[in-house]
């Protein structure tokens, strides 16, 4: 019954990281991350897949349904929301500003929920299961507390019904000893995980459809957020300083000549690992 | 002394080794107190107070245990508050970062994940960019909420003997939280589970849908069995299993790498590990450049034949 169903609005946060197949570096006087040769975090594209599938099983932009992709952060970081746009969603939104540099994910949190407020009416926030570069998994939480809404981490499967003139979501969670179904209202903050799908790649039709589309950027000023709240200013957490990590020496390679089982052991009780 | 707050998830009838390792490092640091989820069984008390654990905090509610993050971590920041804690200590699982999250939010406070470290200053050694990179870092706002990697600390001998005072905090229910509506139990292995294991055997794509020379091995080394995504995605082992970005990261003593190539997000869950041992077919896999000892060779000869061996020299 699509045609009864409202419309839905979504946000899907995608950032702009270090390409993981290079090293990567802390750089400054603050150790921040080093954003040269970044790309669109290959985890996020999971969580605008699952979007993009969401709407398209409800008759897609046709019936009035929006994906918006958000990313915060300098001006290099746009070419996130231009590969969003690129693979399919509808419009972009980038949140600039100098004084973002350096944020932790307490300012990242503060700033991604100020944007998303100052979207409105969004009914889901849906974001990858952690970014590549920090790791840490605490944005959709802490956005989740920040926005009162719910949470659902680490998605491997979405479904969404409507219900009572709201939605309602589905989603699975698997960890090591259970696997749940977890329910909630929207809106809600959702992460995904790499298990949910098969991200699309971008095709011609849709890299020339992208230059089309809109990207909107945002100044703090904008989202009502003043620039001491967040970059390295507003952080609660400091990086004092970061070494690099010595290279592991080369060890020792054998090829097995039918006895490389017993050479291992021998290896494994000099280290006193046995 | 300032105290310092560690949250325990339901552990039942007794501690987990992780849990003994935050009680450790508290006692390190200030006074060790506990917020705790789930009952509270009468061996565990005994065992906190012989932690010198002064006060367990409990939720007045005990559904709260039942609830996803949201109301557990409304929990821990309203024990911070009445334990005037100094700082909050977790473990490092996906929950107990998001409670971290969470519960930073409330207390305005900063938040470090993957401690693998805490100086008395509370200054928190971490790695990053999957193990390139050591670094120090602090909590400059409220109080610090650090979430500590297990096999970090060396666990203490308990010494005091003593009862903790319990007291039980109201936490009114979060009105915007999702509910768990299903549950299904994965079965037990009976190994040590990866997060605690101090020998971790995995298996990649070379191990061709037999796991059982990595198993093993595994268990005539007393370790835990891992897997490269490409063998959980093709279903030879649960995906709870995966070692990697988007797996789990350990850091064992001993990290045994059978029939994996050893691709960046691979090494991103096990570079770490204090010993690398690969055995591959191919002398060109990335996993020989961070190897301490490589077996160019095929996995099932060479595992069987090195699980033999432990065997006879164990007896
Ligand atoms: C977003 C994203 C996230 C990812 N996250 C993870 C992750 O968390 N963990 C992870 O592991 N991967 C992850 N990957 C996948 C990763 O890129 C690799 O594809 C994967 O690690 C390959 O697994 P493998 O080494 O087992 O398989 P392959 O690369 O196919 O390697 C198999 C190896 O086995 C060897 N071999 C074959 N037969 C034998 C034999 N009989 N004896 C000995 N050796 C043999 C071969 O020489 C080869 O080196 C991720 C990828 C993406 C895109």
Redesign the interface.
């Known amino acids: 019954m699509a045609e009864t169903e409202s419309a839905l609005k979504i946000a899907v946060l995608v950032k702009h990281v270090p390409d ?2 290079f ?2 570096h ?1 750089s400054g006087d603050n ?1 921040t991350t080093d954003r040269s040769e970044s790309i669109l975090s290959e ?1 996020d594209e999971y969580a605008l897949e699952a979007a993009l599938q969401l709407i398209e099983a409800r008759g897609g932009e046709a019936a009035g349904h929006r994906v918006t992709a958000v990313t915060m952060g300098p001006a290099g970081a746009v070419n996130a929301v231009k590969k969003a746009l690129q693979i399919g969603a509808h419009d972009g939104v980038h949140l600039s500003d100098e004084a973002l540099a350096g944020s ?3 300012g990242t ?1 503060k700033a991604l929920a100020a944007v998303v407020r100052h979207l409105g009416d969004v009914d889901l926030v849906l974001t990858g ?2 970014s ?11 956005l ?3 926005l ?7 998605a491997s499967s979405l479904e969404l019904q409507q219900e009572d003139g709201g939605w309602r979501l ?2 699975r969670r ?11 209202a929207l809106p ?1 903050v959702v992460s995904v ?3 949910i799908n098969e991200p699309r790649y971008p095709n011609f039709k849709g890299i020339m459809a992208a230059k089309k589309k809109t990207i909107t950027t945002l100044s703090l000023a904008d989202i009502g957020l003043d620039a001491s709240e967040v970059g390295l200013a507003g ?11 010595p290279p ?1 020496s ?7 000549e039918g ?7 021998d ?3 000099e ?1 006193k ?2 | 002394m300032a105290t310092v707050l560690v949250y325990l998830d339901n552990p039942g009838a007794s501690l987990h080794k992780t849990d003994r390792e935050l009680l450790t490092l508290a006692g390190t640091l200030g006074e060790p107190s506990v917020a705790l989820i789930g009952e509270l069984d009468s061996a565990v008390a005994a065992e906190l107070g012989a932690y010198g654990v002064q006060t367990v905090f409990q939720p007045s509610d005990s559904g709260l245990a039942d609830l ?3 109301g557990k ?1 409304a929990f821990l920041a309203a024990a911070a508050e009445a334990a005037n804690a100094g700082a909050l200590l977790l473990g490092n699982t ?2 107990a ?6 519960a ?3 207390l ?7 401690a693998v470290a805490i100086a008395p200053d509370f ?1 928190v050694t971490k ?16 109080r610090p909420i650090i979430t500590v990697k297990s096999n970090s600390i060396e666990v203490a001998d308990p010494t005091e003997a003593g009862t903790p005072e319990v007291r039980e905090i109201d936490v009114p229910a979060p ?12 079965t ?1 292995s009976g190994r040590p ?2 997060d605690e294991a101090r ?1 971790v055997v995995a298996g990649g794509r070379g191990v061709d849908g037999d796991f059982s020379p990595v198993e093993d091995l595994a268990d005539a ?1 007393g370790g835990a069995v891992g897997a490269s995504r490409a063998a959980t995605d093709a279903g030879w082992i649960d ?2 299993a995966q070692i990697g ?2 797996g789990k990261t350990v850091s064992p ?2 990290y045994v790498s059978a029939g994996i190539s050893g691709a ?2 691979q090494k ?1 869950g096990m ?1 770490t590990a204090k ?3 690969a ?1 591959n077919k191919d ?1 060109d896999a990335p996993v ?11 996995l099932a ?10 065997r006879k ?2 007896g």
Request: aromatic share 4%; no cysteine; charged share 20%.
């Open positions: 993981a197949q090293d990567r802390l150790n985890l932790d994910a307490s949190s299961m952690a590549t570069d920090g790791e840490t998994s605490l944005v959709p939480a802490q989740a507390e920040m009162g809404l719910p949470q659902v981490t680490f589905t989603a698997e960890s090591d000893h259970v696997a749940e179904t977890v329910e909630s809600a995980t790499d298990q952080a609660w957490t400091r990086v004092n300083d970061a070494q690099p990590r592991r080369q060890g020792v390679i054998i090829t097995d006895d490389a089982g017993i050479r291992l052991v290896f494994l009780a280290q690992l046995l | 996803l993050v949201a971590a996906f929950e970062k998001e409670i971290a999250a969470r930073g939010v409330r305005e406070s900063g938040v470090i994940t993957d200054t790695s990053v960019f999957a193990g390139s990179y050591t670094v120090n870092a602090v909590v400059t706002t409220g009105t915007a939280a999702a509910r768990i509506t299903g549950r299904s139990e994965k037990a589970s990866l020998i080394l995906h709870s970005q988007t003593q001993l960046i997000q991103a570079q010993v690398i041992v055995v002398p020989f450049e961070i190897a301490d000892f490589g077996v160019v060779g095929d000869t060479v595992l069987p034949q090195a699980t033999e061996e432990i020299r164990k």
